[in-house]
């Protein structure tokens, strides 16, 4: 147990406390489970997963499970969040849709790997908190747009890659029609019995899919709430 006083050495210890539970959530949670690419496991270790969640949940930011984030949202697992990004395979150059902003925290691992990340967020509350605590945490390129992330960001298409962290009925079309070629979409999907992860893959103009794994999201919806 760590005892924590005030001034800075409260805020060294508190920081070193966060860096060890950061490195055990990757060494158990994620390597653990067969994540294997070494920018996505570096990512995962630098950025504070803690500065994402409300104070009263910090205790169990690197916990292997969502938290909720308010307005009836979730933070991701961990372990999600790494598979997902694992699966875009992330160039430095590259450019990336995020659908879902949520806490922010997803935005932060891909900037970690990518210099161009564009996130939309449908609740006003939720953008303007990821905003804040993006900033707070140094990731001042990241561009965070209040909107309905169905109809994706046309005004800065094509994208290498686009991740959608919230479900709806099907693929979006607006969001396969930005997609660069050679790019990648992972988005989860309302099937028969729950929700598959869906990986796409566009090569010669021709989008090719497939299913990756069975996942839980919150549904995908419009402003005024209905679900796509």
């Known amino acids: 147990m760590v005892l924590l006083t005030g001034g800075c050495a409260a805020e060294e210890g508190d920081g070193q406390q ?6 055990r959530m990757v060494e158990t949670q994620i390597a653990g489970r067969g994540v294997r690419n070494p920018r996505v496991l570096a990512a995962m270790r630098k950025v504070e997963r803690h500065r994402f969640v409300p104070e009263k949940y910090r205790s169990m930011a690197y916990a292997d499970r969502p938290l909720p984030i308010g307005e009836g949202q979730t933070i991701s697992q961990p372990y999600i969040v790494a598979f997902m990004t694992e699966f875009l395979d992330l160039e430095k150059d590259e450019k990336v849709l995020e659908i879902g902003t949520g806490s922010g925290y997803q935005a932060a691992i ?11 967020e449908i609740n006003a509350v939720l953008a303007n908190r990821a905003r804040e605590a993006l900033t707070a945490a140094g990731y001042t390129l990241v561009h ?3 909107g309905d992330g169905y109809r994706g960001w046309k005004e800065h298409a094509p994208f290498d890659a686009i991740i959608v962290t919230c479900a709806p009925s ?3 079309e607006p969001l396969k029609e930005q997609l ?3 790019g990648r979409i992972i988005i989860p999907v309302d099937v028969a019995f729950g929700q598959e992860l869906v990986l796409l893959e566009k090569t010669g103009g021709v989008i090719r899919q497939r299913e990756v794994l069975p996942v839980r999201f919150v549904p995908m919806v419009d ?3 209905r679900e796509y």
């Open 180 to 182: 660069a070629e050679g």
């Open 110 to 120: 891909l900037a970690e790997l990518c210099d161009h990340v564009y996130t939309i």
């Open 170 to 172: 099907k693929v979006p």
């Open 144 to 146: 965070v747009r209040t």
């Open 18 to 23: 966060y860096m060890s539970l950061r490195n």
């Open 223 to 225: 402003e005024d709430g």
